[in-house]
């Protein structure tokens, strides 16, 4: 019996604790990309590609080519 | 116990077949409330199978033997760690098991993206609230771990009076599952299989919301290298439990279940790498696509060939009772699913196909990004036949009734040039230059690499030629394998002598740049983590190829029988019995639960003596008729020595001892571990250290 009474309020405060956000005001998901993060992730990938520039891995005009895609990229 | 788990699933199902709606109703109507409440739903879902968990691990603790699954799986005596482990011993605690781990894994991805990939967040929580939602029916509907137990007249063991009550028994878990590695294996195998539905969530949200820029994609590959980390490691580990537990003297026989978890591994391979390029160049998006999409059916299609019993294997340990309705029957279900995710994921790509055109083409084929391309075509290649292999025997048996299975004489001619194409293209791309590529670089800096290899080539075929009459008589008969052995000798010294060369020059560029000897040594792996780990997962592979190419050929294998105080050859190695010992085989093994036989050996290298070994046969409660088999193992980088107790004889005193000359295969195991370690580097970044 305990059991059961156990599992019954465990039901109802998960699903109290799931539906409670549609209590509140409607609001849009945010569209907004994180600009930060964007910039981060070109700046990780360019800082790889001119360590290769270092060890011979690419020539410089091609790393100006890849960095200029990356930064079109991360602004489309 | 038995009725908080199972309301703990109803609960759970019900969460998730809400989630699922809410979720999708988020994706249609961009409501940030149904969003929450779908994160929310699987933040619950968590909470209720873990509960499960917990309550199905405290009914194995308490030998509640009221629950059919912990009657099937353990017993009273069955020591702590097999009746935790018991809870993936089964096909239904297996499947809570992954369900729960797939809870976690959502939970937890979903928490850690709030913020900066909230717009991804509808479809992909939708993803994976769908395949909860499939797991959570078949362990609601179809295996529940906490079904209860009824004996023959139909009466629940619930009802029966304490005292009758206290004198059930439980069957106890597989004997052969009754070892530390498996205790360890499967959970790394599901870690692996369930890890890889994030970064398919993720990258088929970002599909469905329309985004081409790259900022999820670190959240994606981190999950997607952990759980190929854990999936690789957990193969190993299952490699090592077939070595030291089945007494075969093997490691891998390309098992159905085996290449089941071995197919996802491939493909998620090829993804990781694929996936480098898109974040570099912003190409193969087509390809990142159809890898993670086939990586995570395969990983579906694997749980499904391990439970449904639909194929023969020594793991295997599913069976349908043939009276349930086709319909109703857990392969149904799963393929069913399949089918779903499949149509979904395809639909999916067709309706975005303008967002993974790249705009970019291949400028030369001998760039790095043309060699990650054959690497793709090789490892999709590779999977195919595995595929094939494993799946044909399905068809076959249905159009035949007949029954059907493939064996290292169908895998290893077709996929064994596969692989070393693979070795090849691994080193290639080490050094290949970026975009236009250009052969300069390759003439700059293949002649220390083709030096190394030519040299590894010249010596082999020196120390072949040189061999006696016996080596010469097995080349004979078996001349394209030692082809393959040649070509992978050549090609592992190759590409270790590419990666050497390579950590040489990242070194030698810290030092110009004025660092000292010791950073100088570490900059590689704080500069680049990514590539100098792969670098080290790279360097394992060539381990593994080296362990299984030596092994694979000059395995030898011996049997003799011998009394207490025999000495016996055994190739190089000279054993002798010094004594044969046994528990007490007439005690009650329903309360030891297990006995042994074993013989104590003395192991002498020509005259010098090396090791004392004592393989063993072991008799559990679980099943008795069938002892297990411990073997021992005296083993050295270059060689194991193999012994196992084929058969013996307490009142002659006298034994049948199996034993295998194995060379290499401790190499498998270095290989493993550079690979964890190469793997740890590319995701815990020194940088942070």
């Known amino acids: 019996m305990a059991a059961v009474v156990f599992s019954l309020l465990l039901a109802l405060g998960a699903f109290l ?26 700046a990780r990938s360019a800082r790889e590609l001119e360590t290769d520039l270092k060890l011979e891995k690419i020539r410089e005009e091609d790393l100006e080519v890849i960095l200029r895609h990356l930064e079109k990229e991360s602004v489309s | 116990m038995g009725t908080v788990g199972t309301y703990a699933l109803f609960t759970a199902l019900a ?53 059919k699954y912990v009657w099937e799986y353990s017993r009273t005596t069955q020591p702590l760690i ?70 023959g007249n139909g009466v629940a063991l619930k009802d029966y009076p304490p005292d009758a009550l206290a004198q059930v028994e439980g069957n106890g878990l597989n004997p052969l599952l009754q070892n530390l590695y498996m205790a360890i294996h499967p959970p790394m195998l599901y870690l692996g299989y369930v890890g890889f539905a994030i ?24 999950w997607a290298m ?30 159905p279940v085996e290449n089941a978890s071995f197919l996802p591994w491939v493909t998620g391979t090829a993804f990781l790498h694929s996936f480098l390029m898109q974040e570099k160049r912003g190409i193969y998006r087509f390809w990142n696509v159809f890898f993670i999409l086939a990586t995570f059916l395969l990983c579906i299609y694997g ?114 040039p596969v692989a070393l194409a693979v070795l090849l293209v691994m080193g290639l ?38 061999g006696g009459p016996a080596l010469r008589s097995d080349l004979a008969a078996r001349p394209l394998t030692y082809a393959y052995l040649l070509a992978c000798i050549a090609l592992s010294f190759f590409v270790a002598a590419i990666l050497l060369e390579e950590y040489v020059r990242s070194v030698r560029a810290a030092r110009r740049s004025g660092q000292g000897p010791p950073w100088a040594l570490l900059h590689p792996f704080r500069e680049n983590p990514r590539r100098y780990g792969g670098y080290l997962v790279h360097l394992g592979v060539v381990c593994l190829f080296l362990g299984v190419a030596f092994s694979g050929t000059f395995q030898r294998e011996y049997q003799e029988s011998m009394k207490v105080g025999d000495a016996v050859r055994f190739g190089p190695y000279t054993v002798r019995l010094a004594s044969l010992g046994h528990d007490d085989l007439n005690a009650d093994l329903r309360k030891v639960n297990e006995a042994r036989v074993w013989a104590d050996l003395q192991v ?86």
């Not at chain 2, 619950?44 to 499960?52: C, K, M």
């Not at chain 2, 009746?83 to 297996?94: E, Q, V």
């Not at chain 2, 970064?199 to 981190?222: C, Q």
Request: aromatic fraction near 14%; glycine fraction near 8%.
């Open chain 2, 82 to 151: 097999y009746k935790l482990s018991a809870l993936w011993g089964g096909m239904s605690g297996s499947l809570l098991f992954w369900c729960t781990l797939l809870a976690v894994f959502s939970s937890l991805a979903v928490t850690l993206n709030r913020r900066n990939n909230l717009r991804l967040l509808p479809f992909t929580s939708f993803l994976l609230l769908l395949t909860l939602l499939f797991f959570l029916v078949v362990l609601v509907f179809k295996t529940s771990p906490f079904e209860p137990l009824f004996d």
């Open chain 2, 429 to 466: 791309a080490s050094i290949a230059p970026w975009r236009r590529g250009g052969w300069e670089a390759y003439r700059k800096h293949l002649l220390f690499p083709s030096l190394a290899g030519a040299s590894a080539l010249l010596a082999s075929v020196a120390a072949l030629l040189r």
């Open chain 2, 303 to 416: 749980t499904f060939l391990t439970r449904s019993g639909i194929l023969q294997s020594v793991h295997a340990f599913g069976q349908e009772d043939p009276s349930i309705p086709w319909y109703f029957q857990l392969g149904t279900l799963f393929i069913a699913f399949l089918a779903a995710m499949l149509v979904l994921g395809v639909t999916l790509i067709l309706r975005r196909k303008d967002l993974l055109a790249s705009g970019q083409r291949l400028e030369s084929a001998a760039s790095r990004e043309g060699l990650f391309l054959y690497a793709n075509l090789l490892l999709g290649l590779m999977a195919l036949i595995v595929l094939f292999g494993v799946t044909s025997p399905i068809f076959y048996r249905m159009a035949t009734g007949k029954e059907l299975s493939h064996g290292p004489e169908f895998y290893n001619p077709r996929i064994l």
């Open chain 2, 226 to 255: 952990f759980s190929w980390l854990a999936l690789g490691i957990g193969i190993l580990l299952g490699g090592f439990w077939a070595y030291i537990e089945l007494g075969w003297g093997g490691y891998w026989a390309w098992d």
């Open chain 1, 17 to 42: 604790f799931a539906l409670w956000p549609l209590f509140g005001e409607r609001e849009p998901i945010p569209d907004q990309r994180p600009p930060g993060l964007l910039k981060e992730a070109v």
């Open chain 2, 199 to 222: 970064p398919f969530a993720f990258i088929f949200g970002a599909l469905a919301h329309r985004e081409r820029n790259t900022f999820w994609m670190r959240s994606a590959r981190n």
């Open chain 2, 15 to 67: 969460l998730a077949l809400w989630g699922t709606v809410a979720s999708l109703g988020a994706y249609r109507s961009g409501d940030l409330r149904l969003l929450r409440s779908a994160v929310r739903s699987i933040h619950g879902i968590t909470l209720l199978t873990g509960i499960a968990v917990l309550s199905l691990w405290a009914a194995l603790l308490r030998n509640d033997f009221t629950l």
């Open chain 2, 604 to 689: 002498f290298k020509g005259d010098r003596f090396v090791s004392l070994l004592r393989p063993q046969r072991v008799f559990y409660a679980a099943n008795p008729q069938q002892p297990t088999y411990e073997v021992a193992i005296h083993s050295r980088l270059m060689e194991d020595f193999y012994t196992v107790l084929a058969g013996f004889s307490l009142e002659e005193n006298t034994v049948v001892l199996g034993a295998y000359v194995n060379p290499m295969v401790a190499w498998l195991w270095l290989g493993g571990l550079f690979v964890l370690v190469g793997g740890l580097t590319a995701l815990v970044p020194m940088r942070r250290w």
